[in-house]
């Protein structure tokens, strides 16, 4: 089977000199920006060709809207589009094609899930159109990021170095923006080269309510793959299906997934003390030449990267989680509603496996394009999980797990489901399982819970009646003895 099917092609020798090098523009920038700092140059020419990119951009990207703030949208999307170069409109026959796969997929999902048809849009798109309608999503999760960044960088200066800079701090944050504008283009343009879908690794990019479908890339990055064409485009649009269903009735989960992301930016922090103390070691300052040009060599070897993290390291982990419950659940239904009726479902989904570790994968995209690292999300093992959890309680309350965030497995169900599925099962039949009902009915108890602790503090200290005589306090009913267990 071909490595590359549904993968990120291999490309020519000019993509590999555009995207293995290192970032050769770091004096620009104030943070790691998006990509990690993988969408430089790879030579000399290639280098010079981004520069002249970004300066021609400069004069309408820097006075329009989006050229404003911590990152030029307004150059991040010029260099997109020069990226993706010339795309010709998906034809019609294929827009038909996609319409009634997609049709034929609802109707399959029907047999494997309680969710409902998200009765959207359905649309097929060009690499032009991808950009153009997840750019906005993109925006919303990049932003915060960049943002914090900056002023992270500024935080970790010395008060003098601040002062210093404070004339030139407008100029500074341009230029940080158009670093930031010019690698988001890279990635986004690169992403939109590749993207079979709307919603691509689990991520909600596309439009609320939009089902979409890139039928050209799924042609090209299917020829290795030894399965009929119409095969390969209802599996796809299946997984499309599924995932819209859970973003269309699940409200919360688009939100949380996005909050996530903004959560751990407002956490982010750079650690500088491991340059300033390499710079100590230095001895710059001696004079003795033959002792600066030793220290000059050391430096070289030296990684002088700001060391980033964030204080909310947890949202990483719970945004890896999530992803990985997405994906699993969306494998499991697909496998269910095809299995039986495509021969090939088991190659594709295989297939899909195989993207997503060369390159096709939440993590990767993150990486590229927001700038937050996390590992690999244990898809496999989720999957296995909503299996367990199928057979042990069926499928409508597998499903009904997702109403409330508060019901979803955590990262350790992930290794180890068998708690987590001991306590659906606590909580007696299908039937009767009614989550939002519980949860009112806890909200009610801790309600009329305070309710009874303030009366108790609004009682006068020197009645007789009151909790000072043992008697009084034994008959006061339970509401005394349960707060003193």
Not at 47 to 74: E, H, I, K
Request: proline letters at 5%; aromatic letters at 6%.
């Amino acid at each position: 089977m071909n490595n590359h099917v549904f993968g990120f092609r291999p490309g020519n020798d000019d993509d590999d000199d555009r995207n293995d090098g290192q970032n050769n523009f770091g004096f620009f920038s104030f943070g790691p920006g998006m990509g990690g700092g993988n969408m430089g140059g790879g030579g000399l020419g290639d280098m010079l060709n981004q520069f002249g990119q970004m300066l021609s951009g400069m004069g309408s990207s820097m006075n329009s809207p989006d050229g404003q703030g911590a990152v030029n949208y307004a150059l991040a999307e010029r260099i997109a589009r020069q990226q993706i170069g010339r795309v010709q409109p998906v034809p019609a026959n294929q827009v038909t094609a996609v319409t009634d796969a997609v049709r034929l997929a609802e109707l399959w999902l029907d047999d494997a899930t309680e969710l409902p048809i998200s009765a959207g849009r359905v649309e097929a798109w060009n690499a032009e159109t991808w950009l153009e309608q997840t750019l906005p999503v993109w925006k919303r999760m990049v932003t915060p990021v960049a943002e914090r960044m900056n002023e992270a960088q500024l935080e970790s200066l010395p008060e003098e170095a601040r002062q210093m800079i404070g004339p030139m701090l407008q100029m500074m944050n341009q230029m940080s923006g158009m670093n930031f504008g010019m690698q988001l283009g890279n990635a986004l343009g690169d992403l939109a080269r590749q993207a079979l879908t709307g919603s691509d690794f689990g991520l909600p990019v596309a439009p609320a309510g939009v089902t979409a479908v890139l039928p050209v890339h799924l042609q090209e990055m299917s020829k290795g793959l030894d399965v009929p064409g119409q095969e390969a485009l209802v599996y796809l649009c299946v997984r499309e299906a599924a995932r819209q269903r859970l973003f269309k009735h699940v409200p919360w989960l688009v939100e949380r997934l996005v909050s996530s992301v903004e959560e751990y930016a407002a956490g982010l922090v750079i650690d500088t003390s491991h340059i300033e103390e390499a710079a100590r070691e230095l001895n710059l300052e001696s004079g003795d030449p033959a002792q600066i040009q030793d220290a000059m060599q050391r430096l070289q070897g030296m990684d002088l990267s700001p060391k980033i993290s964030s204080r909310n390291a947890a949202a990483a982990s719970r945004l890896e989680t999530m992803l990985a419950l997405v994906e699993g659940w969306v494998e499991l239904v697909v496998t269910e509603a095809i299995g039986d009726r495509i021969p090939s479902t088991g190659a594709m989904n295989e297939a899909w496996r195989r993207r997503r570790a060369t390159g096709g994968s939440a993590e990767q995209a993150f990486s590229k394009v927001v700038g937050i690292e996390f590992a690999a999300p244990k898809v496999a093992e989720a999957m296995e999980l909503w299996r367990r959890v199928e057979v042990a309680v069926g499928v409508k309350r597998r499903d009904a797990v997702w109403d409330h965030p508060d019901f979803l497995p955590v990262a350790s169900d992930l290794e180890n489901s068998a708690e987590f599925i001991d306590g659906l099962l606590d909580e007696g039949g299908v039937e009767d399982f009614d989550p939002i009902a519980e949860i009112d009915a806890l909200e009610k108890m801790l309600a009329e819970e305070a309710g009874k602790e303030d009366s108790s503090d609004d009682t006068d200290p020197g009645d007789d009646s009151g909790n000072d005589s043992p008697d009084a306090g034994d008959s006061d009913g339970d509401g005394n003895r349960r707060r003193n267990s």
